[in-house]
Each structure stands twice: as C-alpha cells, then as structure tokens.
C-alpha cells in the first residue's frame, strides 16, 4: 500500500517508518522538500521525502498530522485528497489546568468538513510517540487499544488492518461523530501521562470479560430514578 504522510513530526516520522518496515510504500511529507528528505533518510527501508503537496499526490492512505490546520493551507490544492483515506491522529491543544471546553465538533469532523472528497478516519490519538518504539513487538503482547471512527467502512477497516500491523488492538468506534469520544479518551490519556504523572506509556487496553458464572449480585435490574 502507498502511505503519504502530512507533516513529518514525530507521530508521523514513527508510524511511517513502522509501515515501511511492515512492507509498505512511504513517502515522507514536510512544510519543504529538505524536511522530507531527511526524514526519509533516517528511515531508510526504501522511504521516499518531499513536500506535503508530493506525499499527498503519492499515497492511497493519507496521515494527517498537522493539528487543527485546514489542508487548504498546507496544500497547494486539496483535489489531490480525492477518494482517498485521510487518517487523523490529532488532538487539541491542552488548556491551562486540563479544563477542556465541551467537544460540539471534534477535530476529525472539521477535517471531513473541509475535504468532504475525502474519506477521513479518526485513529492513533490516545498514546505518546513513545509507545510506538514498541512496536509491533512486545506490543502485541500488551493488547493497546486503537481506537477507530469513520464514516465510510471500507476506509475504516483499512486503517484498523493497517494498526493491527504494527501490534495494536483495533477497535471499531463506528460513525465519525464518536471522533468526540475518541479525541476525549486522548485528553484523558495526556491527563495521565502529565498531570498524574504516570509518563509517556500510560495507555488504555479494552477487554470484554467473560460473562459471570452466577449473579450473586441480583443480576441487572431496571433502574429507578430515586
């Protein structure tokens, strides 16, 4: 698969270099075509580098990286996004005290407003940089979740293949809209690793448990109100 990244930062510099490694086509975008390149040499594993505009035009899947940014602006054109997978791994800014406004728009949806001719996908946005280094091995064995939201289905099970590739436990969040809940748990997850201080592999690991032999609790009852 060809793999475009969108600002190659640290999210984007370490999730290309775990696709290229995993046999995929990457191409390293940055603000200039030196950026790119430099990227692309310390990646090796046949990666290519250039500007935004090139990565946009190479790649079938798309990393978003460049937070709350209209790609009208980090773009000579936006038509190159057409029919292509957007993936957004970004979100807010953290305020003063973690006192996060209420989420009426998550950063995803926005996205998707501005290039509605792409498919974009919300994943990657509840752990640090650092746990990618464990990748894929031993983070299989840790079961971290990813969690995915889309509204075209085909896109969304591309970017959930394309995670458990690299070690993490994918999870399907449904429609677009849960990118509010999804962007949330990445908040929490910051919350963790800086308030609480519980640093840059704190992460969240979804399981269903096996059922309870017996309810010895009185089992679920409908609820009252007082």
Partial sequence: MKIGILGSGNMGRSLGILWAERGHEVFFGARTAEKGQQVAAIA???TQGGTND????FGEVLLYTVRGINPAEVLTSIE????????????????ADFA???????????LAAEVPMAYVVKAFNTMAQEVFELAPDPLKS????????GDNESAKQTVMQLAGEIGFQAIDCGQLRQARLIETV??????LIIQQ??????????????????????????????
């Fill in 100 to 110: 996060y406004p209420t989420i009426i728009q998550s950063l995803a949806e926005k």
């Fill in 54 to 57: 090139e990565a946009a035009a």
């Fill in 44 to 46: 090796g594993e046949g």
């Fill in 80 to 95: 190159v996004l057409t029919g292509k997978i957007l993936i957004d791994c970004n979100n807010q800014e953290i305020p």
């Fill in 197 to 226: 201080q519980m640093g840059a592999y704190a992460t969240i690991s979804v399981h269903s448990l096996p059922p309870a032999g017996e309810e010895r609790l009185g089992g679920r009852q409908a609820s009252n109100l007082y």
């Fill in 142 to 149: 840790h079961d971290v979740s990813v969690f995915v939201a």
């Fill in 186 to 191: 990445g908040d929490f997850i910051r919350l």
